[in-house]
């Protein structure tokens, strides 16, 4: 049912040096930066076979990813799996008792529908699960 | 130069509950689980497209992974990335300043060579490199 990992997130101080740092030593092609006000971060991204790597670096230090920064310091973020189904896995997770963060799908990039299981119902590590629109 | 995500490692506190989870929301797979008594863990491992996801739960409060998880909790642990040439990806890295736990290739399991980068080099992300054997 997880049809592939998506993305990963990683939460940065720096976006432009860890943006260099994967071009200059893994060959790494970031897409231009891209600043979403409404969650107050800048985020570009590069592939890794079928997932990418996002890099997000906060513009402002209340937005989300800003004081998760605060708190734990740079590094991993969350994790996004595809699934083929999401108003179906949120339905599963909400009957087997999982703590959601979305308990129904937001849109997301490029008409996506995502949703977030919160980290406590996923052993700590902060999930999310993104639906892709058809074709 | 980074081929694809090859694993994804979470610690955990509970290695069958974790597992349960992602068997019984996801339809995952486990593996069976194996104990690798030198790193002082048990882990089981999952499919996900061309990833997979390794639970490891610490046999030990003094391995690695039981400090890890003393001081951070349950969660993201590392993410392993293959390459083509190991070797060559470690002395780019060096030659780059980047500071490294393995200077050079250790045996992994099945005859893979890997690495880890340390976190401090790539943006706080425990980031392992995995060669595998031709063929
Ligand atoms: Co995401
Ligand atoms: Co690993």
Do not use: C
């Amino acid at each position: 049912m997880l049809g592939r990992i998506y993305h990963l997130g990683y939460a940065v101080e720096d976006i432009d040096a860890a943006a260099r740092f994967y071009a200059e030593n893994f060959g790494a092609q970031p897409s231009e930066k891209e600043v979403v006000e409404e969650q107050g971060i800048v985020a570009t991204m590069f592939r890794v076979g079928e997932s990418q790597i996002e890099l997000v670096q906060p513009t402002r230090p209340d937005s989300p990813v800003g004081k998760f920064l605060a708190k734990h310091g740079e590094g991993f973020h969350h994790v996004a799996f595809q699934v083929d189904d999401l108003e179906a896995a949120l339905s599963d997770l909400k009957g087997n008792g999982v703590q959601l963060i979305d308990e129904s799908p937001r849109i997301g990039a490029g008409g996506s529908r995502m949703a977030f299981v919160h980290p406590k119902g996923a052993f700590g590590v902060l999930t999310e699960l993104v639906e892709l629109p058809e074709g």
